[in-house]
């Protein structure tokens, strides 16, 4: 049976005001292909009766799923290279410069999905830059979605995973294999603190770090809310801070505020 027109319009309205992503009618079998998912694991009879019970309930276990389902989450370890780049050769070296009487680094990744991009800058980190090893380096990692909050704080990847981006050479220091999967070692998981973040909604109290990584997800919000955002991260950075972003998710009218390090890197002025 079709799935009802409306239905697809008020879940679509439900994501954006959830999520401030933006679904248009182009993403429809999207939708209807990850709602099946959820169909078969509870047993709904049709993406329309999940539907209706989703709007009838927009605030219920359903709701968290149906985020979860509809989230892009592409990613895979040193994502584009060139911005793991910018960040080991220019970015951390001025911070270390900067931060040295204090010896501490503190590091944001606000859309973290499975894992890969902040456990990529730890692996930087920690293969690159040993004398950090006596510093007090806090990094936080955040994301919408509770279920990838969870496998990020597992550390498992698969061989697919690891055979997309990341180097030999840091496969063979920071994983073992356990089974058909792979084990990131608990040096470097341990070394970030996984917790959900929703980033159109008020953002909590959180301490001014060095640098933010934000890749990828500005992409999915329309211009007011992405600008909403690029405000925040601004304030929460203050002049000196350190941001990435994805290719091509800078507003222009942001040039003069941000001064471009190349490869999604910028400073705040
Ligand atoms: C395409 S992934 C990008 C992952 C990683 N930053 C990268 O560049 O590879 C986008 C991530 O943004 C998250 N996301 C989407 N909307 C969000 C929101 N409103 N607040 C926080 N995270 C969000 C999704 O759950 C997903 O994990």
Not at 31 to 40: A, D, F, G, P
Not at 165 to 192: A, C, D, T, Y
């Amino acid at each position: 049976m079709a799935t009802t027109k409306s239905n697809f319009v008020a879940v679509r309205e439900f994501i954006r005001e959830r999520t401030g992503m933006v679904l248009d009618d182009s993403k429809n079998y999207f939708v209807e292909t990850r709602l099946q998912i959820i169909c078969k694991e509870d047993g709904y009879e049709s993406v329309d009766e999940l539907m209706n019970t989703l709007i009838r309930r927009p605030f219920s276990e359903l709701a968290d799923k149906v985020v979860d389902q509809l989230m892009v989450n592409e990613t895979y370890f040193f994502r584009d290279n060139a911005p793991f780049k910018v960040f080991e050769e220019k970015v951390l070296p001025k911070i270390i410069e900067k931060n040295s009487d204090k010896k501490s680094l503190r590091i944001w990744c606000a859309a973290a999905s499975s894992g890969q991009e902040p456990f990529s800058v730890c692996m930087i980190i920690k293969d690159k830059f040993p004398a950090l090893a006596n510093w007090k380096v806090e990094f936080e990692a955040t994301d919408i979605s509770s279920q990838m909050i969870e496998r990020c704080k597992s550390g498992v990847y698969s061989d697919v995973e690891l055979r997309r981006g990341l180097p030999p050479s840091l496969k063979s220091r920071f994983f073992k294999q356990n089974g058909v999967n792979w084990h990131l070692s608990q040096e470097i998981v341990s070394m970030v603190k996984f917790s959900q973040l929703n980033l159109v909604r008020p953002w909590p109290r959180l301490p001014k770090p060095d640098v933010v990584f934000i890749r990828n997800v500005l992409i999915y919000f329309d211009v007011e809310t992405k600008k909403k955002i690029l405000d925040n991260l601004m304030r929460l950075l203050g002049p000196g801070g350190y941001f990435f972003v994805g290719g091509g998710e800078i507003p222009a009218s942001l040039g003069a505020a941000v001064e471009s390090l190349g490869s999604g890197a910028y400073q705040v002025k």
